[in-house]
């Protein structure tokens, strides 16, 4: 291992030389002299523990080329169960606060741990979000103190059941695992009263009630339109956007932001281009907007979406959205390439019909004129490359621009300008040079 993983690795030589009494280890396994820590001394795993030999490869390679950097004496820290729990453990917590794809559909979230007691999100969209946002803080303030109850077994020899004999590090643990719940128990108590009218969500929702109607009148509309089919919904788990005919709203993990469409300002902050989706190997837009309230009592948020899901967000919603940054907004890549097609055909050369020739239908699409022909007008000459095409004006330039994608790699848009396809009449080969607009 390289010096590149240096800082972390004296982390964790640090943690486990504070952390590992080493007498209680030397009482079971022979005692490997300083600086000879080459071979793991053959110390029987406990029962139901396993031993990380095989998982770590690099990390014993590292060993061996350099003793010196690691813990010299008991070598065998690495291969405590003790070390083994707390990467599973780290593992398990960050997948179970950040839910990748993998813990949703083995059902390993709280919604669905806990879904008897949440009930329906579609029978009762507020009341399900209040339980869950508190069910959710209430797990993930738990997960420390199930850390230090895990270690109770995985390391049974530091007696971390006896808080009294312990080590003061793991003391103050166990103070922080303790007390996290413990505030979080408070603050959910303190929403719950009063039927969760304390809750954030219950008292965005209050700043919408009319006069003399409390904020169950607003829950009571948003549950009914968050049940209609037609409501725009996209978005990851953790950051979900839910638009219906009155409301934008965002759920995240611990939080719902709610905005009445009649007051909001929309405003398009910026938008990222990432070459490749995981799902699509396409090219995607992420755009952000700012749904900023009229009500300065109501926090203002920030929603995502793919730019191709972007018009059916304007469907839906009432107010424009304004762009600050001249964001052009590529619905998709079929979009983004017409535009580009077309500008590039309106430098080129135009061709005059002779005037006895009548210009035809599209033969592509039948809706409007033909309005391009095929001349060869770059200096290719080379064999394989452009040739002249002889056919009459037949294509519209929309249809032939989706032909001249239609022929191109998806998965390597940064190709098709530069590439050639045949005529889809004649098959002779012409590229974007060739195209011209008919006069
Ligand atoms: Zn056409
Ligand atoms: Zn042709
Ligand atoms: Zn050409």
Same mark, same amino acid.
């Given at each position: 291992?390289?010096?590149?993983?240096?800082?972390?690795?004296?982390?964790?030589?640090?943690?486990?030389?504070?952390?590992?009494?080493?007498?209680?280890?030397?009482?079971?396994?022979?005692?490997?002299?300083?600086?000879?820590?080459?071979?793991?001394?053959?110390?029987?795993?406990?029962?139901?523990?396993?031993?990380?030999?095989?998982?770590?490869?690099?990390?014993?390679?590292?060993?061996?080329?350099?003793?010196?950097?690691?813990?010299?004496?008991?070598?065998?820290?690495?291969?405590?169960?003790?070390?083994?729990?707390?990467?599973?453990?780290?593992?398990?917590?960050?997948?179970?606060?950040?839910?990748?794809?993998?813990?949703?559909?083995?059902?390993?979230?709280?919604?669905?741990?806990?879904?008897?007691?949440?009930?329906?999100?579609?029978?009762?969209?507020?009341?399900?979000?209040?339980?869950?946002?508190?069910?959710?803080?209430?797990?993930?303030?738990?997960?420390?103190?199930?850390?230090?109850?895990?270690?109770?077994?995985?390391?049974?020899?530091?007696?971390?059941?006896?808080?009294?004999?312990?080590?003061?590090?793991?003391?103050?643990?166990?103070?922080?695992?303790?007390?996290?719940?413990?505030?979080?128990?408070?603050?959910?108590?303190?929403?719950?009263?009063?039927?969760?009218?304390?809750?954030?969500?219950?008292?965005?929702?209050?700043?919408?009630?009319?006069?003399?109607?409390?904020?169950?009148?607003?829950?009571?509309?948003?549950?009914?339109?968050?049940?209609?089919?037609?409501?725009?919904?996209?978005?990851?788990?953790?950051?979900?956007?839910?638009?219906?005919?009155?409301?934008?709203?965002?759920?995240?993990?611990?939080?719902?932001?709610?905005?009445?469409?009649?007051?909001?300002?929309?405003?398009?902050?910026?938008?990222?281009?990432?070459?490749?989706?995981?799902?699509?190997?396409?090219? !995607?837009? +992420?755009?952000?907007?700012?749904? *900023?309230? =009229?009500?300065?009592?109501? @926090?203002?948020?920030?929603? /995502?979406?793919?730019?191709?899901?972007?018009?059916?967000?304007?469907?839906?919603?009432?107010?424009?959205?304004?762009?600050?940054?001249?964001?052009?907004?590529?619905?998709?890549?079929?979009?983004?390439?017409?535009?580009?097609?077309?500008?590039?055909?309106?430098?080129?050369?135009?061709?005059?019909?002779?005037?006895?020739?009548?210009?035809?239908?599209?033969?592509?699409?039948?809706?409007?004129?033909?309005? !391009?022909? +095929?001349?060869?007008?770059?200096? *290719?000459? =080379?064999?394989?490359?452009? @040739?002249?095409?002889?056919? /009459?004006?037949?294509?519209?330039?929309?249809?032939?621009?989706?032909?001249?994608?239609?022929?191109?790699?998806?998965?390597?848009?940064?190709?098709?300008?530069?590439?050639?396809?045949?005529?889809?009449?004649?098959?002779?080969?012409?590229?974007?040079?060739?195209?011209?607009?008919?006069?």
């Amino acid at each position: 291992m390289g010096g590149g993983g240096g800082v972390s690795n004296e982390g964790l030589e640090n943690f486990i030389s504070q952390n590992t009494p080493r007498d209680s280890i030397s009482q079971s396994a022979p005692r490997v002299p300083r600086g000879q820590g080459l071979r793991f001394p053959e110390r029987p795993a406990p029962p139901g523990a396993y031993r990380t030999r095989t998982l770590w490869p690099v990390r014993y390679a590292g060993w061996r080329a350099s003793p010196g950097r690691f813990p010299g004496g008991d070598g065998g820290a690495m291969d405590s169960p003790e070390v083994t729990f707390t990467l599973a453990y780290l593992v398990f917590a960050v997948c179970f606060v950040f839910t990748p794809t993998e813990f949703h559909s083995a059902g390993l979230t709280v919604q669905n741990l806990l879904s008897g007691w949440l009930g329906s999100e579609d029978a009762a969209f507020v009341p399900y979000h209040l339980r869950r946002t508190a069910a959710t803080l209430l797990c993930h303030s738990l997960l420390p103190l199930g850390y230090y109850v895990g270690m109770c077994f995985a390391a049974s020899e530091k007696q971390l059941y006896y808080p009294s004999q312990t080590p003061e590090t793991w003391r103050a643990f166990l103070l922080l695992a303790l007390m996290l719940p413990t505030i979080t128990c408070t603050l959910i108590y303190y929403w719950s009263r009063d039927r969760w009218a304390r809750h954030p969500l219950a008292r965005t929702l209050a700043l919408y009630a009319l006069p003399r109607s409390g904020w169950r009148a607003v829950a009571s509309s948003v549950n009914t339109e968050f049940r209609r089919i037609d409501k725009f919904a996209t978005g990851v788990p953790g950051a979900r956007v839910i638009v219906t005919d009155t409301w934008v709203m965002k759920v995240t993990t611990y939080r719902v932001h709610v905005a009445q469409q009649q007051d909001v300002h929309l405003t398009l902050m910026e938008s990222q281009q990432h070459d490749l989706s995981p799902d699509s190997h396409l090219p !995607v837009q +992420l755009l952000t907007i700012r749904v *900023a309230s =009229a009500n300065p009592a109501v @926090q203002a948020f920030d929603i /995502r979406l793919n730019s191709t899901e972007y018009g059916e967000l304007c469907e839906k919603l009432r107010a424009p959205i304004r762009s600050v940054a001249n964001v052009v907004i590529h619905q998709s890549l079929g979009d983004l390439f017409l535009e580009t097609f077309a500008s590039l055909v309106e430098v080129n050369p135009a061709y005059s019909v002779p005037s006895s020739q009548d210009l035809e239908a599209c033969i592509g699409c039948m809706q409007t004129r033909a309005s !391009v022909k +095929l001349v060869k007008h770059c200096q *290719a000459a =080379a064999a394989g490359e452009c @040739q002249q095409c002889r056919c /009459r004006p037949m294509w519209c330039l929309a249809c032939m621009g989706k032909w001249f994608a239609s022929r191109q790699d998806p998965q390597r848009p940064d190709t098709w300008l530069a590439s050639r396809v045949p005529c889809p009449t004649c098959r002779a080969r012409f590229c974007i040079l060739d195209v011209c607009a008919v006069r």
